[in-house]
């Protein structure tokens, strides 16, 4: 019974770290930059979007989570598309059929970029589950890292964007 005990100790300790270490690396570090296709196949720069603020979202249309925030994700971009800021969906699933059904279906007006191969998502970003967003900064640095579903348009996270974006309440 001790050694079991032992060994479920360990288990959470390590868990624990690393989640803080997680955390640790999403608000001090760059964004690792990157290419991928969007779903018309040009392909996309993280680093294109320098000067702005980006909400970078990982997801999946077989992810129930990813599939609800998308509306309010949706409603964020169009609100402050304009003032320095945007949304980079990247969609791990390996078809574009679906994810051109869903972006359709949902009237998405934001980049969606394809990681068929999850090297971006997993292993540059190490996203453990989905949905997992990062809020990076105008000069590139990782602000936070969001993991689950989030209303994002919701007061506090626009007033959080528009001072990153530098603009008043």
Same mark, same amino acid.
């Given at each position: ?9 360990? &288990?959470?300790? &390590? ?26 196949? $040009?392909?996309? $720069? /993280? ?5 702005? @603020?980006?909400? &970078? ?21 169009? %609100?402050? $598309? ?7 969906? @990247? ?7 679906? @994810? $051109? ?11 969606? /970029? ?20 990062? /809020? ?7 602000? %936070?890292?969001?993991?689950? %579903? ?8 626009? %007033?959080?964007? /528009? ?7």
């Amino acid at each position: 019974m001790g050694r079991l005990r032992f060994l479920i100790s360990m &288990l959470v300790f &390590l868990t624990l770290c690393m989640f803080l270490f997680a955390n640790a690396f999403a608000a001090q570090s760059l964004a690792p930059d990157f290419a991928l296709n969007d779903i018309t196949g $040009k392909k996309v $720069k /993280l680093s294109e979007f320098r000067g702005r @603020v980006i909400l &970078l979202n990982f997801w999946a249309t077989w992810c129930g989570p990813c599939k609800a925030e998308m509306p309010s994700l949706n409603n964020l971009y169009n %609100e402050f $598309k304009d003032k320095g800021f945007v949304v980079l969906a @990247v969609s791990v699933d390996t078809s574009e059929k679906s @994810v $051109k059904s869903f972006i359709k279906d949902n009237k998405l007006s934001f980049p969606v /970029l394809m990681d068929k191969n999850k090297a971006v998502s997993f292993d540059d970003y190490g996203v453990l589950g989905l949905p997992t967003t990062f /809020l990076i900064d105008k000069n590139g640095g990782i602000v %936070e890292k969001i993991m689950g %579903e989030r209303e994002w348009d919701s007061p506090q996270i626009k %007033e959080r964007i /528009l001072k990153l974006i530098g603009g008043k309440k």
